[in-house]
């Protein structure tokens, strides 16, 4: 027997510059350098305060919810693009339930999970075992929940009920402590319900990944199917649950917009599907599959929150600049994320030839 | 000898629609014993190995495995009773850490999550106890074919494995890590598992196993101690023709005044590989020897354009030409048939024809397409003069055997007439009568004034057809030597001292 080598001790450095880690530092090392600038530029009217800084989430929550589902069906190697139409037939069920037919909108909330999930589960099983590409099926899926839209209702229909508007008033004030008694922040800053989900599902989110061998599956899916079932990995069942889940993030998602904006309306959230994927890409995920971090996600919404902010901070340009930098911001992070595999590759075949 | 095997297959049938792929094929395989599963293409062996876990269901016989008769319906079935394989691709994910691909779908856990530290912690002891102390935190993209090799091995005995299934596991490997993989390989013996050894290297057989089996055309040949069996018997054996047949082929004859083909100067690529000054005569075979990254390949990819030159001078037939790019090469009547098969040679679903047609097409350029006519001609000529075994020319290149589809890249260039074909590695992973015929053909080509650069790391046969063998080293010619002088010591010696008999860099 070969003797046993002492537990190496490894630096703090090579623990943390692992090359699966770059496109996360990418983003993190951005959005800190933009927020570098907006507090150079606008730091003396408050782009700095916390109230600035909460507000990025805020206003952007209902897309991290649906993000986070959506960076664990992009590191399976899939899409989902039925998101905001699952969202939004949540937000329509709730409505029409609670304001047109008058049941409590818990129960309401609950038919939207069983039709949001079971249409997840569905497309995952499409996938997996009818072998239809995932950007075809959930088209369909997309196609499908909006239609079903339309069919609640054309128009949009508001709610009103105590325990929504209990939930949609809910806040949670930032205070300091000043002479004895607690006292709230100025300017004021606080979390809403909807951040509070946020921040739970992305560590949720987190926990999946790093901490269960579901989430572990899914990476090894991601990184090579065919591998993953020769290892014996469950392979039909974790891709029916990845979309199973994505679904349960689009209700969840759903009805953090109803919360916003208290009334559910067929053409809600168009388009938002792309939203999702852009801050789960832009936080680090490939497309390709195999790798992806939530911690990547957060910061993938916060930087995508953190450019209209400085656009309504500079107060002269117009908000579709936002959409052209964002558009700027993705397409930057693709090629980075080009350039971080074929480095990678390149690596690895002089690494072969060496030795 | 223990009194009863491990593994006992008895009677093996198994039929495909048209073909008896296995008739009444008996293998056993005993603890602590390498056995060697021997045979041509084709000649049954994954197909015993698949009925053995469960990718293939037979049609009679039985399987006794531990003194108990079992049927697995599923590669998982037959792994969960402890026989694991490791296929010839490297079956893992690319994205995890090498400690994570050992123990994915298995991790241990620690109050409900996965114990990330249990999980690196056993994972170094068993990368360690194969002699690899590498960080298992890197994902394994990180590491060479061997590294991983190694780790998909690791998975497999470390679900306490009875039986080891390795299907070509050296086809991709150097020999100090050939070598590597023999001493885990006995260290497991010695531990009293059972192991299944399938390779083409004659060689290694004799060097690791204890005993072989013999396949031919679906039946059994027989079983034998490894002691008792030279080379030249189980060749024969395998392929049920007399050797001498086969291997009676002669070096092609080079007229001393035949013009120079091929001349380099100085040709190089700074940080890649410099000063391959090369001459070469019409007609003449000249070999690269050295070990794998000696920069072999790297020479071949310059001269063709693969890696363009930034300096030096290539002169063809005695014209300077300036190549920049494949098709540069390909215009100057030069073909090159690429080392890794898979990924540079076959486009794995188009058809023969088209595979063939390809080079050709290149070269006339894209605004003369070959007709459909001239390709089926083209095609059809190419598999009856390379006998490439088809029913017809439409099939995917995909589905063809190693050797077919090694004979197909070599009609892809033959039909492009090249004046210099060079040929990186075209016997690795192919078995020994197909093998022959690539080189008979390489010889045939020679006789026929094409020049043939051929890159191997069999010696052997570099030295049986070579007329002159450049022996590599670190990117550098280290020796040069006539094939007809030379013997595997000499060539031994060269690429391991280098510096000899004159030659110079």
């Known amino acids: 027997m070969p003797e046993r080598i002492p537990e190496q001790r490894q630096s703090f450095a090579s623990r943390f510059l692992k090359p699966q880690y770059v496109m996360v530092y990418a983003t993190v090392g951005i959005f800190i350098l933009i927020y570098i600038y907006g507090a150079v530029r606008f730091g003396s009217i408050g782009f700095t305060t916390l109230r600035t800084f909460i507000n990025m989430f805020k206003d952007n929550a209902y897309y991290g919810i649906s993000a986070v589902g959506m960076t664990l069906v992009l590191i399976t190697g899939g899409i989902d693009l039925s998101v905001a139409s699952v969202a939004c037939l949540t937000g329509m069920i709730v409505a029409y339930g609670t304001t047109v037919l008058g049941f409590h909108p818990a129960v309401c909330m609950l038919v939207a999970l069983i039709v949001g999930v079971g249409l997840g589960v569905l497309q995952g099983a499409a996938i997996h075992y009818l072998n239809v590409p995932p950007f075809i099926t959930t088209l369909a899926g997309n196609f499908l929940a909006r239609g079903v839209c339309s069919l609640i209702s054309r128009e949009s229909i508001s709610v009103s009920h105590p325990m929504i508007d209990a939930l949609a008033g809910w806040k949670w004030y930032f205070k300091k402590y000043v002479d004895g008694e607690w006292v709230k922040i100025k300017p004021i800053a606080f979390i809403n319900v909807n951040l509070f989900v946020f921040i739970v599902m992305i560590i949720i989110g987190t926990i999946i990944l790093q901490k269960t061998k579901f989430g572990r599956n899914i990476y090894a899916i991601g990184g090579n199917e065919q591998s993953a079932k020769l290892m014996g990995l469950p392979v039909a069942k974790t891709k029916i649950m990845v979309y199973g889940f994505n679904g349960l993030c689009s209700v969840i998602a759903g009805f953090a917009y109803l919360l916003e904006v208290k009334s559910g309306w067929n053409l809600a959230l168009n388009g938002g599907e792309l939203e999702a994927i852009t801050c789960a890409v832009i936080g680090g995920t490939l497309l390709t599959g195999g790798v992806g971090y939530m911690v990547g996600t957060l910061f993938g919404v916060l930087l995508k929150s953190v450019i209209p902010a400085l656009i309504t901070f500079n107060g002269n340009l117009l908000s579709w600049w936002g959409k052209i930098a964002t558009g700027g911001l993705l397409a930057l992070f693709i090629v980075i994320q080009r350039i971080v595999v074929t480095t990678s590759e390149r690596n690895k075949s002089k690494k072969k030839e060496a030795t | ?505």
């Not at chain 2, 999550?113 to 994972?123: G, L």
């Not at chain 2, 060749?235 to 291997?247: E, R, Y």
Request: charged share 25%.
């Open chain 2, 1 to 505: 000898m223990p009194d009863h095997s491990l593994l006992e297959m008895k009677g093996i049938e198994i039929e495909f629609p048209g073909v008896k792929a296995l008739d009444k094929v008996d293998f056993s395989v005993n603890a602590g014993e390498i056995h060697a599963l021997l045979g041509e293409n084709g000649a049954g062996k994954s197909t015993l190995i698949k009925c053995l876990t469960g990718v293939h269901h037979m049609d009679a016989g039985t399987i006794l495995f531990d003194g108990k008769e079992i049927r697995p319906t599923s590669p998982q079935e037959a792994f969960s009773m402890g026989i694991s394989t490791v296929y010839q691709e490297i079956n893992l994910c690319p994205n995890l850490t090498v400690a994570e691909n050992i123990f994915v779908g298995r991790q241990p856990m620690k109050g409900g999550m996965i114990n990330w530290k249990e999980i690196n912690r056993r994972a170094k002891e068993l990368m360690s106890r194969f002699h690899m102390d590498i960080d298992v935190t890197r994902p394994l993209n990180n590491y060479s074919t061997a590294i991983q090799q190694m780790v998909s091995i690791a998975r497999a005995v470390d679900i306490d494995a009875k039986i080891l299934i390795l299907d070509e596991p050296t086809s991709s490997l150097d020999d100090n890590e050939v070598q590597l993989l023999f001493n885990v390989m006995r260290e497991l013996k010695a531990e009293g598992m059972g192991i299944i050894f399938i390779t083409h290297f004659l060689d290694q057989i004799f060097a690791v196993s204890d005993r072989m089996t013999i396949l031919r055309n679906g039946t059994l040949v027989g079983t034998y101690n490894t002691t008792d069996i030279t080379k030249l018997q189980l060749v024969t054996l395998m392929i049920g023709k007399d050797i001498d047949v086969i291997f009676n082929l002669k070096r092609a004859h080079v007229d001393p005044n035949a013009p120079e083909m091929l001349r380099t100067e100085n040709l190089g690529t700074p940080g890649q590989i410099q000063n391959v000054n090369l001459s070469m005569k019409k007609g003449e075979l000249l070999g690269f020897a050295g070990l794998l990254g000696s920069g072999r390949t790297e020479t071949a990819e310059l001269i063709f354009g693969a890696v363009p030159a930034t300096e030096g001078t290539e002169d063809i037939n005695g014209k300077r030409v300036s190549i920049k790019k494949p098709l540069d090469a390909i215009k100057a009547k030069l073909a090159f048939c690429p080392e890794d098969r898979k990924r540079d040679g076959i486009i794995g679903d188009l058809s023969i024809r088209e595979n063939i047609a390809l080079a050709l097409q290149a070269r006339r350029g894209f605004l003369h397409p070959i007709s459909r006519q001239e390709q089926n001609e083209l095609a059809d000529k190419y598999i009856k003069l390379l006998s490439i075994a088809t029913p017809d020319a439409e099939k995917k290149i995909g589905d063809l055997s190693g050797g077919n589809q090694q004979k197909v890249i070599l009609a892809r260039w033959m039909a492009t007439q090249p004046d210099l074909l060079i040929l990186d590695e075209p016997t690795r992973g192919i078995d020994v009568g197909a093998k022959a015929e690539i080189q008979r053909l390489m010889l045939e080509m020679c006789n026929d004034g094409v020049s043939v650069i051929f890159i191997s790391s069999e010696l052997e046969e570099i030295i049986r057809c070579s007329n002159r063998i450049i022996v590599m080293r670190d990117g550098k010619k280290v020796g040069e030597v006539k094939g007809e002088e030379c013997t595997q010591q000499t060539l031994l010696s060269i690429i391991a001292e280098g510096e000899q008999e004159g030659a110079s860099a």
